[in-house]
């Protein structure tokens, strides 16, 4: 055999030898620590299952929950099951408020306005239980109240998409002013309805264009 050839066969052997040297280090150590690379392995199962039931659970409630709701109609089916779920649609809150105002109980339908006026990941529901809240003050005689929490939407709502609830509240907060016999406070905050309505872009204004006829209409009758 050449010298060449001899050197090469010496180089590949001396490769095998190194993958053996490795094998034997990876059986030393698999041999010595079996038990902890079995545990580690049967714990990282252990932590997925875990997530993925859990995950499961959260997702099973929350559809309990929703068809809960969905089926609730009356006082004592939304009541049961605010109290067996944790979670509830942000528009039950709103129902169930209707629900006890229709009944006259104000003071518990304004607890379920003030939760749905705090839920800020759907606006929407929040917007409308705010001027929800407005008109409870309405119901129960509180005109100026009213009229005060109206304005105080119309001034600060300013969210995308949110064009047809100030509108509401303008004209809602010009309206109670009117019933509170304050009629300058009404023509202010009427004519600041206006203005603001005539600011929007054209797709805002079509959502706002029912309360621009009325608020024209209240304009009318305060002068």
């Keep these: 055999m050449s010298s060449v050839n001899l050197n090469r066969q010496k180089k590949i ?8 040297d490795d094998f034997d ?9 079996w038990k902890h690379i079995v545990m580690a392995a049967v714990a990282v199962v252990v932590v ?17 929950a929703a068809q809960a709701f969905g089926k ?3 006082i004592a089916q939304f009541e049961a099951a605010f109290a067996q779920y944790s979670s509830a649609p942000a528009t039950a809150y709103l129902q169930l408020a209707k629900l006890y105002s229709d009944k006259k ?20 529901v929040q917007w409308r239980a705010r ?14 109240d009213g009229a005060k929490a109206f304005a ?18 303008y004209y809602g907060a010009g309206r109670l002013y009117m019933l509170a016999k304050q009629n300058n406070e009404a023509r202010t905050i009427l004519d600041a309805g206006r203005n603001y309505i005539k600011g929007l872009s054209a797709e805002d204004r079509q959502s706002a264009a029912d309360f621009a006829g009325m608020i024209n209409s209240a304009l009318a009758a305060c002068k």
């Design 13 to 20: 052997n001396d490769q095998m030898k190194e993958v053996m």
């Design 25 to 33: 280090r990876f059986e030393y150590f698999f041999a010595s620590h």
């Design 48 to 64: 997925v299952a875990v997530i993925v039931t859990a995950k499961y659970v959260i997702n099973k409630n929350k559809l309990e």
């Design 72 to 74: 609730a109609t009356d």
């Design 105 to 124: 109980e104000f003071a518990k339908a304004r607890k379920q306005l003030v939760t749905a006026a705090g839920l800020t990941d759907t606006p929407e």
């Design 131 to 144: 001027l929800n809240l407005a008109y409870l003050d309405e119901m129960e005689g509180k005109f100026a």
């Design 152 to 169: 105080d939407i119309a001034k600060t709502l300013r969210a995308p998409g949110s064009a047809g609830y100030a509108a509401e509240a």
